[in-house]
């Protein structure tokens, strides 16, 4: 017992150590680029104090510099430290504040986006017109890009009458509803022959058959678009925040920090939107282990 705890303990080890080098080199390339790229504006600000220039004098002020070309890691955490517990969570000054308000749209336009592409899936595989006449245009509608689109569909929605939440989450849901389509459509064609065949020698209809054989075999290529889905559904979200103008949301967030030259405030929220979008992901998996495991199917 207590030797497969020991190579248990040695193969974790093993595991997590490549990634702690690769994070330690990360931060090792972040800390020698913040004080390459803000060692001018540091050796400016001594100069303008009237002090000698020295190698750990620049380097101490490249690091702490008020407004730095590019903050350090531990700078970085400071500012979210104290954008998130410095204030309430309902404060517009709080970065939870803005994580809560682009995690509503990007759930919303994932919930469309997902609905949309089940469906779209469903109709592709079930009527052979639809594969022909629909999966051409759904693949050129991922060719435009979505900054172009995304100020126009804001308009065009404002203007018959659809506004707030709505029109950032259909962009969203522009994004996150092709992984879902296509994921979709291969799993529900990754159907074992034979066991549709067998379906059909016991007199199963084409309803029963979809049921039992196609939607089951679906569900891994399901789960795997849908975590890809929620995560270009966050990059929609906060995209779809820059062309309204708001004062809500990680987008901006962003673009009032670029205004105003507030790097601490870009990188924070940079941040903070990674760590939306792999809870996000995360929670989807979680959820595909509960279902894969209702029905049977080995994670």
């Not at 809500?248 to 962003?254: K, N, Q, V, Y």
Request: aromatic share 6%; glycine share 10%; net charge positive.
């Amino acid at each position: 017992m207590c030797a497969m705890g020991l190579s248990g303990a040695t193969a974790m080890m093993t595991n997590t150590r490549p990634i702690v080098l690769v994070g330690v080199a990360i931060l090792l390339v972040w800390y020698a680029a913040a004080i390459v790229l803000n060692a001018p504006l540091a050796s400016a600000e001594i100069s303008r104090a009237g002090e000698h220039v020295s190698t750990w004098l620049m380097i101490d002020h490249a690091v702490n510099l008020g407004r730095p070309i590019l903050p350090t890691p531990d700078r970085i955490a400071v500012e979210i430290g104290t954008t998130v517990f410095g204030f309430a969570p309902t404060d517009p000054h709080s970065l939870l504040y803005h994580v809560g308000v682009t995690a509503q749209t990007t759930l919303i336009g994932f919930v469309l986006g997902s609905v949309v592409g089940v469906l779209l899936a469903i109709g592709i595989v079930q009527v052979k017109v639809l594969d022909a006449s629909l999966m051409p245009w759904i693949v050129a509608s991922q060719t435009v890009p979505i900054l172009a689109i995304a100020p126009m569909a804001v308009v065009i929605l404002g203007n018959i009458g659809l506004v707030g939440v709505l029109p950032k989450a259909m962009i969203s849901a522009y994004l996150s509803f092709f992984p879902v389509t296509i994921g979709m459509v291969k799993g529900l064609r990754s159907t074992d022959r034979s066991v549709a065949e067998l379906m059909r020698t016991y007199t199963a209809t084409g309803t029963q058959v979809f049921w039992k054989v196609r939607l089951p075999s679906s569900v891994p290529f399901l789960f795997s678009s849908l975590k890809v889905g929620i995560a270009v559904s966050t990059v929609g979200a906060i995209v779809a925040e820059l062309p309204t103008g708001g004062t809500a949301g990680l987008g901006a967030r962003l673009l009032t920090g670029s205004y105003y030259g507030q790097t601490m405030q870009i990188w924070s929220a940079l941040v903070m939107a990674a760590a939306l979008s792999h809870a996000l992901v995360f929670t989807v998996t979680s959820i595909e282990s509960l279902v894969r495991r209702t029905m049977g199917q080995q994670p």
